[in-house]
């Protein structure tokens, strides 16, 4: 721990850091909350958020702060310009300058730290709590996507490729189950069925960007439960964490990643995967407040795909922690061997309890438009 504590001091600039902890519970970063013994700087925070990039996983990680603070930047622009009504704190992160003056520090063995403020009076939850919850963390996603709405998508680089472009997991899956050799249990078969049976139909969003019916804008990339930060005294929305895969992409991306992630009561990392199921009643609450905000810039065809993207990030998500399950889990970290196989399981029930209910699930998007 106390290698942690040196660099987190690269970050200081004023106070010892006395506390540093692992944070969260992230399947890539390595994370840790850092207590100083007094306020830093201007800024006043006791704490900050120290992270290690995986870089296996983020080739490039100075594009990831590159993005970062584009996006950082104009989020801050519009804010100023025109702040959230005097009801309402919206809070963006500040990327921690290092004692060389940079946005991150290379450690003597070549790992990336950087560090970031870490937003007091707020708190996130593993899974939604009630229907405020539900419908506040729509309006967060709400909020940053309208918040990144004029930004050029090209402003931001292609930090992960591939990421989300579903057609691309499918063809590494294939690549890797040509190579898997073991017998197979009766919960890798049904995974295997699972996508077979759906291989055809995950080029949707794709096909649908090829022809020019969805484009790019800047997304988030990861918009689940866990990284929306709530007031802890209002239990209102406070902000969105996690600005890692800030970049062009999708919307839909960002929609059926907050949905898949919200709607699933039980939690991505619960062991009872076959009681998993998609609670409409909690889409019904999300998208309103999604809407809230996003109305004034979605298009018709936007809306006409709302219900594949909720299915499609379910179906994706399922599949990437099953590909890595099978290669022998080289990306998501794990607890155990089978973790990636119970992770699978979980968002593939999702996605077949998505389709079960698909009549609903349309009825309800078109309602609330
Ligand atoms: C990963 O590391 P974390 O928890 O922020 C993953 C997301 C998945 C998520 C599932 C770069 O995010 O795409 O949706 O796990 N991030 C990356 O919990 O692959
Ligand atoms: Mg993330």
Redesign the pocket.
């Known amino acids: 721990m106390s290698d942690i504590f040196a660099v987190a001091e690269q970050f200081t600039r004023q106070g010892r850091v006395i506390d540093a902890r692992e944070f969260g519970n992230?399947?890539?970063?390595s994370t840790f909350l850092v207590t100083l013994d007094t306020k830093m700087g201007t800024e006043g925070e006791r704490h900050f958020v120290l992270q290690r990039i995986n870089t296996r996983?983020f080739r490039r990680p100075e594009l990831v702060m590159h993005n970062m603070l584009i996006s950082i930047g104009h989020i801050r622009r519009r804010l100023e310009a025109a702040p959230p009504g005097p009801d309402r704190r919206w809070e963006v992160l500040h990327v921690l300058t290092a004692h060389d003056g940079g946005d991150h520090w290379i450690g003597p063995d070549g790992s990336f730290w950087r560090a970031v403020s870490f937003i007091e009076g707020a708190q996130s939850f593993d899974t939604i709590r009630d229907f405020d919850h539900a419908r506040e963390v729509g309006y967060a996603l709400g909020m940053f996507h309208t918040l990144l709405s004029d930004l050029p998508p090209e402003t931001l680089t292609d930090t992960?490729e591939g990421?989300h472009i579903t057609p691309l997991y499918l063809r590494r899956y294939d690549e890797v189950l040509a190579k898997y050799a073991a017998a197979g249990s009766p919960e890798v078969k049904y995974c295997m069925q699972f996508v077979g049976k759906r291989s055809d139909w995950a080029h949707v969003l794709e096909d649908a960007r090829a022809e020019g019916r969805l484009y790019l804008r800047p997304i988030h990339g990861?918009p689940?439960v866990n990284n929306i930060m709530m007031d802890t005294a209002t239990g209102r929305a406070v902000s969105i964490v996690?600005l890692?895969?800030v970049k062009p992409g999708l919307v839909h991306y960002d929609i059926g990643?907050c949905l898949r992630s919200c709607c699933n009561r039980l939690g991505?990392e619960t062991e009872a995967w076959e009681a998993v199921c998609f609670d409409t009643d909690l889409c019904r609450a999300i998208l309103p407040g999604y809407l809230s905000m996003a109305r004034a810039f979605l298009t018709g065809n936007d809306y006409a795909y709302l219900y594949d993207s909720v299915r499609l990030i379910a179906f994706e998500?399922g599949l990437r922690f099953f590909t890595d399950y099978l290669e022998g889990n080289v990306y998501?970290k794990v607890r155990r061997p089978d973790h990636n196989l119970a992770r699978a399981l979980v968002q593939f029930k999702l996605a077949e309890s998505i389709e079960l209910q698909e009549r609903t699930i349309r009825n309800l998007m078109s309602d609330v438009r």
Do not use: A, P, Q, S
């Not at 992230?26 to 970063?29: A, E, T």
């Open positions: 992230g399947n890539i970063n996983v992960l990421f990861d689940k996690d890692d895969t990643d991505e998500l998501f």
